[in-house]
C-alpha cells in the first residue's frame, strides 16, 4: 500500500499523518492532560470517581513512596497485577513518573505463569491484589523481587465503605486465601508516606522502554513486547486523530469492561482518553453481567469498548436491553473477530454500530480501525496514520491488492522488539521495520482491510485453505448458536477435516443434524464439517477470546489415546 492511499482513500477530515514525537514521552501526556482536566473525572470504580486533579496527586505520591523508599532506580521493572480498580492508574502513572518500566501481569495468573514473567522481565518489585497474594507468597523466593505493594478491593472507597466492601470480599466472599507476606507494604500506606515528599519526575527519552506487555502465551513460551514512550504516545495520537470528530474533549464517558492490563483497554482507556480527559468507567468484573449491567444503568455512557463474546452476551441480556442507549454514540470492538451476526444484534439492541479495528500486542496495538462514520462490516477498517499495512506470500514476496497473504504492518506504534529475544524479535520485524503479523488478510480495492483468519489456526482440506472465521461466522446465524469455533482434526484422506464445537442458546434446542444441514446451505464442499460437539461452555482467554489451539489440543490428546 502507497503513502498515496491516504489521499486518494482515507475519509475527508482525518489526519493522514501524526507527530510521534510531539511529546517526548507518557509523563508529558500525563501532566499536560491532568492540568487542563483537573476538575474533570478520569476514572469511576465502585461507586468512587477520581477527577485528573487527583489522579495526578495520588500518582506522585505513589511516585514519591518508590524514590523515597525503595531502592528502585529509573529502568528497572515493577510488575502491576491489578483487575479493572482504581488503584490500577494509579500505580501504574506513578510508576512511569519514577521512571520504571510497567511489568502488566494478569491476576488471573498461575503461580507458574507468575514466576516465569517475573523472572523474564526482571522485575524487582510488584504490585498485586489480595486475593492473589498467596500465590506471590509462593512465588517470590524463586524471583528477584525486593519490594511488594498489596492492595484491597475496595482500599480507595472512603471510610465505612472501604471496610465493608473489604470485609465482604474477605469474609463473606472469602476471596482472599491466606498469605504472609510481612514485609509488603499496604497500597494507603504507600500513598501517606509519600504525601508531601517531592516527586523527581522522570524524563525519559521517547525510545526508552514504557511497558513490557507480555503475549498471550497461547503459543509457546510469553514473550515481553517492549513498548516504548514514543509507541504509545504514537498510538494515543493515531487513536485521537480518527475520534478526533466522534469524541469530544472532556465529557465523554466510557465503559471500559475489558481489562485494564490487556494492551487494548490499556491504551484506550489509560492513553488515549487521558489525552483528551474523558471519563473511564472501570468494570471490576465483566463476566458477572448482572452487576455490570447494574453499573451501566448508573450512566448516560458514550462510548462502549467490548469484543464478540461480551456484545453477545450482553444483547441476550433482557435487563441489558432495558438499558438507555441514547447518548451511545461509539462502540469499539477489537481483541478477536468481531461475527458480522453480533454486529447486527448489537446495532438491533443499542442503535450504535459497531466499529471493528485491529491489532496486536506488538502495534501498541492499535493498527488500522473503521471510521465510525464510514464503517464497513466484515473489515477491520483502514490503517490509522502514518501507518502502513502490506500483504506477503510464505517466501516474503509483496503481493498486490486483493490478493490473500500474511499481513505486514509499518508505522511508530510497532514495538521496538522482543524483551531479551533478539532471535524473535528478526523473525517478527525485518530490516525495513515491517511486522509480520501471523494473521491471513487482504487489502481490497477500496483500500479496507480484511482478515481471513490466523495464519497458524488455517485448516488445511485435501490442499484448500479452509479459515475458521468463515465457518464461525456462518455458524453465529444458526437460530439457537451462542458460541461456535471450527478446529481442523486430523483426517487419513483429506489431511485435515472440520470438528464444529457449538454452545446452545440457554432455553433452546439444537441438533447435529440442524448444524450441518446449515453448514451444508451456506459452505462448498470442502468447507463443511465433518463432526460437531455440543458443549456447555468453551475455553477462552481472561478477555474472552476463545482458544481454539486448547480445543485441538484435547483433540490430539484423544486421538494419541485411541492409538
Known amino acids: 500500500m502507497t503513502d498515496n492511499f491516504w489521499k486518494d482513500k482515507y475519509p475527508v477530515g482525518v489526519a493522514s499523518e501524526i507527530d510521534p514525537d510531539e511529546y517526548q514521552n507518557i509523563q508529558a501526556v500525563l501532566r499536560q492532560s491532568c492540568e487542563r482536566f483537573a476538575d474533570k473525572p478520569a476514572f469511576s470504580n465502585l461507586g468512587k470517581t477520581l477527577t485528573y486533579g487527583e489522579l495526578y496527586r495520588l500518582s506522585g505520591e505513589f511516585a514519591a513512596y518508590l524514590q523515597h523508599h525503595t531502592d528502585l532506580q529509573p529502568g528497572d521493572r515493577i510488575a502491576v497485577q491489578l483487575p479493572n480498580l482504581i488503584q490500577y492508574p494509579i500505580v501504574v502513572f506513578g510508576a512511569m513518573r519514577a521512571g520504571l518500566i510497567v511489568v502488566n501481569t494478569n491476576p488471573l495468573y498461575t503461580a507458574r505463569e507468575m514466576e516465569h514473567q517475573f523472572n523474564d522481565a526482571g522485575a524487582k518489585a510488584l504490585v498485586c491484589l489480595a486475593n492473589m497474594a498467596h500465590l506471590a507468597e509462593d ?210 439492541v443499542t442503535g450504535c454500530s459497531i466499529c471493528e479495528g485491529y491489532g496486536l500486542t506488538e502495534t501498541s496495538p492499535v493498527a488500522s480501525v473503521n471510521p465510525i462514520e464510514h464503517i464497513q462490516l466484515g473489515t477491520i477498517g483502514i490503517p490509522v496514520p502514518s501507518t502502513l499495512f502490506k500483504v506477503v506470500n510464505d517466501d516474503g514476496q509483496d503481493l498486490a491488492q486483493g490478493e490473500i497473504g500474511e499481513l505486514c504492518i509499518k508505522g511508530p506504534q510497532v514495538m521496538k522488539g522482543y524483551w531479551q529475544r533478539p532471535e524473535a524479535t528478526a523473525e517478527v520485524i525485518d530490516a525495513d521495520g515491517w511486522f509480520k503479523t501471523g494473521d491471513i488478510g487482504v487489502v481490497q480495492q477500496d483500500g479496507y482491510i480484511r482478515i481471513v483468519d490466523r495464519k497458524k489456526d488455517m485448516i488445511l482440506v485435501s490442499g484448500f485453505n479452509v479459515y475458521p472465521n468463515e465457518l464461525e461466522d456462518v455458524l453465529a446465524n444458526l437460530p439457537g448458536v451462542l458460541q461456535g469455533a471450527a478446529i481442523g482434526v486430523p483426517d487419513e484422506k483429506s489431511g485435515e477435516a472440520i470438528k464444529l464445537f457449538v454452545v446452545v442458546k440457554p432455553g433452546e434446542s439444537l441438533t447435529k443434524e440442524q448444524v450441518m444441514q446449515h453448514m451444508h446451505d451456506n459452505l462448498t464442499g470442502y468447507k463443511r464439517p465433518k463432526a460437531v460437539e455440543f458443549r456447555d461452555s468453551l475455553p477462552t482467554t481472561n478477555v474472552g477470546k476463545i482458544l481454539r489451539r486448547e480445543l485441538r489440543d484435547e483433540e490430539l490428546r484423544k486421538l494419541g489415546h485411541k492409538q
Open 139 to 348: 512465588v517470590l523466593p524463586r524471583t528477584g523481587i525486593k519490594h511488594v505493594v498489596i492492595t484491597e478491593v475496595g482500599d480507595m472507597l472512603a471510610g465505612l465503605k472501604r471496610l465493608l466492601v473489604n470485609a465482604v470480599v474477605k469474609h463473606v466472599k472469602k476471596m482472599v486465601p491466606a498469605y504472609s507476606l510481612p514485609r509488603a507494604v499496604k497500597l494507603n500506606d504507600a500513598l501517606a508516606l509519600g504525601r508531601g515528599k517531592t516527586v523527581r519526575d522522570a524524563a525519559p527519552r521517547s525510545d526508552e522502554v514504557a511497558v513490557l506487555q507480555y503475549t498471550g502465551g497461547t503459543t509457546g513460551v510469553a514473550k515481553g513486547a517492549m513498548l516504548t514512550h514514543r509507541n504509545i504516545v504514537a498510538n494515543m495520537l493515531q487513536c485521537k486523530a480518527l475520534m478526533g470528530s466522534n469524541l469530544d474533549e472532556g465529557s465523554e464517558v466510557l465503559i471500559a469492561p475489558l481489562p485494564l492490563y490487556h494492551i487494548y483497554a490499556f491504551t484506550f482507556h489509560c492513553m488515549a482518553m487521558m489525552l483528551s480527559g474523558n471519563h473511564n468507567i472501570l468494570i471490576t468484573n465483566p463476566r458477572d453481567l448482572p452487576a455490570m449491567i447494574k453499573d451501566l444503568s448508573r450512566y448516560r455512557f458514550s462510548g462502549f469498548v467490548g469484543l464478540n463474546t461480551l456484545f453477545v452476551a450482553l444483547c441476550n441480556s433482557e435487563d441489558f436491553r432495558k438499558l438507555d442507549f441514547s447518548a451511545l454514540k461509539v462502540t469499539l470492538s477489537g481483541g478477536m473477530a468481531l461475527q458480522l451476526a453480533t454486529a447486527e444484534r448489537w446495532k438491533q
